[in-house]
């Protein structure tokens, strides 16, 4: 197991924009760093990272925490797994007790789906660069596609021995399970018990997540062998699904951002070739039609893709459909083509970095122009043809989002076409018809959902929105201000010279926590919500244990499941930074500007909610069968329950409705 000491240097270290921004696109926001949301699929940001407080939080999703919650949320590590990832990114020494049998068999079916791929790929790039057979076979080949030592090491690139079973016997000798040699699609069992590699006597691309994790790998066969595929992908599993990865995308990722632009591939050659010739913000979709996933993925990192393709037509035409894809995703498309017998690995290798920047830079067409320059050849003289061209242009036009790029586009294929834009936009228009039919009818649908739940009572569902609301301001106080001093009004009963009592107000200054703690426990007050309640109680337990709060210290020890609300509340103020309200000269007042006040309002308010909750509990109780002396009984109690609103109001200095 990792050391606690271990754990405490890491979260000292880790800075939660710094680990996050490798996944992220973050722009500054004020403080904080706004980007779009890696859990969802969205085009406005509503993704939140604050460097102060050393959180993050994703208000379309509910997700949130420290820098390690985001790390087990996005890539699926296990606790152990981020501290280690974030320990490596920092250069920080792993110090572990020693890690019993017992914890060995805990682990995971994934992360042992996990440790098998990462095996498989050690013991392919050792068997390229250590046997005979991998060195005359594997290395020779990738030689002679012009990689150098250095490229090779960095992708981890493979030998698989043309043996049945070479390396399922060695990973079975080293102790790994069949289970999950055959899970992860490493291994084939036979009808009879046999078993054989999947990839004998290929060489292997091993395939990466986007934090650098092996999920998978490619294999490409070397001999003519008719009746064996040319390349061969892992089979899906719990770690590899195709239609969400793309081929280079952690050595790509830094390189994307940093050029705000992505040049998108098909084959692994593609990206590596070009890797090694300085281009690096380079991925392919490993040979399968490009997913929404996948452009997602670009997504986080750039708006702006460059489609890279060779001359071949059908792999063209291809391209159009994924062309419309990345369109939807709102992003920026454009297409190179390369010379006649070229692709992007022969180019990339035949060619200076110089010339190699100089074509991309010089070839790369916007996608209308691209079209048209594709399907023209085609159209020719035809003019059905050509009408199903420019409609199949204003389709790919449709797809875009913005509405000024739109109509930038429209006045381009107007040029290109020539013909009228007036046109262009009606058809334009009856493709947006259809769409909001289609929409309005699902709308309709919704909306009479919506009434039903409308027309159902309300009161029910408000007293549970109002005690929620409330116990969930007691632990933003916590949150926000438990540590900090504030000086608290309080009403003492004395006697005065006439021997009458009158309430006296003393002002005492104590710590918000304390305050609170002593304010619940006075009427033994606990919060209905389990959630808040457990968060509530291991706050107190905190302040009384540590002198200060610190909020990374805390997130530490809380689960997905709690450290979720407590993001949500430390990020509600950085929520508003989202909509910018001060665009629109609407100012958003905080609430530290009076924290005694606010800390005492909302106490009152609980308190006042629950004396009305009594009340109307007594009232429904009571029975009209009862006897006088009970109806008199009731009645007083009632009274005394009312006189005791009327001081806390008071307390407060104004009247209050009341909630019920």
């Known amino acids: 197991m990792i050391t606690r000491e271990t754990i405490d240097k890491v979260f000292e270290t880790a800075r939660v924009e710094e680990v996050i921004g490798d996944f992220v696109q973050l722009k500054r926001a004020g403080s904080n760093y706004k980007g779009l949301s890696p859990f969802s699929d969205e085009r406005s940001p509503s993704f939140m990272v604050s460097p102060v407080k050393q959180i993050w939080k994703d208000f379309s999703s509910g997700k949130g925490g420290s820098v390690v919650t985001f790390l087990m949320e996005h890539e699926h590590f296990t606790y152990p797994e981020a501290i280690r990832f974030l320990a490596n990114k920092y250069n920080i020494e792993i110090e572990e007790t020693e890690v019993s049998q017992e914890d060995k068999l805990e682990a995971n079916e994934k992360e042992s ?123 899906e599993s719990e770690i590899y699904h195709k239609s969400k990865v793309l081929y280079g995308i952690f050595h790509a990722k830094q390189a994307i951002a940093k050029q705000n632009n992505c040049y998108l591939v098909e084959g692994y050659t593609d990206v590596i070739q070009l890797h090694q010739a300085g281009i690096e913000n380079v991925v392919a979709s490993s040979g399968t039609a490009l997913t929404s996933d996948q452009i997602r993925l670009i997504n986080r990192l750039t708006k702006n893709i460059t489609v890279l393709f060779d001359g071949d037509a059908a792999g063209l035409r291809a391209s159009v459909r994924g062309i419309d894809l990345i369109l939807e995703e709102g992003m920026n498309v454009k297409v190179c083509t390369f010379p006649a017998g070229e692709d992007p690995d022969s180019f990339a290798k035949n060619n200076s970095y110089e010339e190699l920047v100089n074509h991309l830079e010089n070839n790369a067409k916007d996608f209308i122009q691209f079209k048209a320059s594709l399907l023209m050849d085609e159209a020719k003289n035809d003019p059905i043809k050509k009408a199903d061209l420019i409609r199949d242009m204003v389709v790919s036009i449709s797809k875009i989002p913005d509405s000024i790029k739109r109509q930038i586009y429209i006045q381009e294929t107007s040029r290109i076409m020539d013909i009228s834009e007036q046109i262009l936009l009606n058809t334009l228009a009856q493709l947006f018809q259809k769409d909001i039919s289609d929409a309005g009818k699902k709308l309709k649908q919704e909306y009479k959902a919506l009434e039903v739940v409308k027309s159902e009572p309300q009161s029910s569902q408000e007293k549970v929105n109002i005690i929620y609301e409330l116990e969930r301001k007691i632990i ?86 709690h450290s979720e609300v407590v993001t949500d509340i430390l990020m509600l103020e950085e929520k508003e930074l989202l909509h910018n309200w001060e665009t629109k000269h609407i100012y958003v007042k905080t609430k530290d500007q009076n924290v005694s006040q606010y800390v005492s309002e909302t106490i009152v308010s609980l308190r006042e909610y629950l004396i009305n909750k009594l009340i109307m509990d007594l009232m429904n109780n009571y029975s009209s069968e009862a006897e006088e002396m009970d109806l008199e009984e009731l009645k007083s109690t009632i009274n005394d329950y009312n006189k005791l609103k009327v001081t806390l109001t008071n307390k407060i200095g104004r009247i209050r409705s009341t909630y019920l």
């Open 113 to 235: 789906m996990y440790l098998v791929s990462e095996f498989a790929k050690s013991y392919f790039h050792d068997t390229l660069l250590k046997t005979e057979e991998g060195k005359a076979i594997g290395l020779s080949y990738f030689k002679e596609r012009g990689f150098t030592n250095e490229t090779i090491t960095k992708f981890g690139l493979g030998y698989s021995p043309e043996t049945w079973d070479a390396f399922t016997k060695e990973a079975l000798g080293k102790g790994y399970k069949l289970e999950y040699l055959e899970k992860v699609g490493l291994t084939i069992t036979r009808e009879d018990g046999k078993h054989f590699d999947r990839f004998k006597g290929r060489v292997m691309f091993p395939i990466q997540s986007l934090s650098g994790r092996n999920l998978g790998f490619g294999g490409r066969i070397l001999t003519n062998d008719k009746k064996a595929a040319k390349y061969l992908n892992s089979p």
């Open 476 to 561: 933003e106080m916590l949150l926000l201000y438990g540590s900090q001093e504030a000086d608290f009004d309080d009403f003492i009963l004395k006697a005065n010279e006439e021997g009458e009592m009158i309430e006296e107000k003393e002002t005492n200054t104590s710590k918000v926590h304390q305050r609170i703690y002593l304010s619940l426990q006075e009427d033994e007050v606990e919060l209905a919500n389990p959630l808040f309640k457990e968060i509530y109680n291991d706050l107190i337990n905190y302040y009384n244990q540590n002198e200060e709060f610190n909020i990374e210290h805390y997130l530490m020890q809380l689960s997905v499941e």
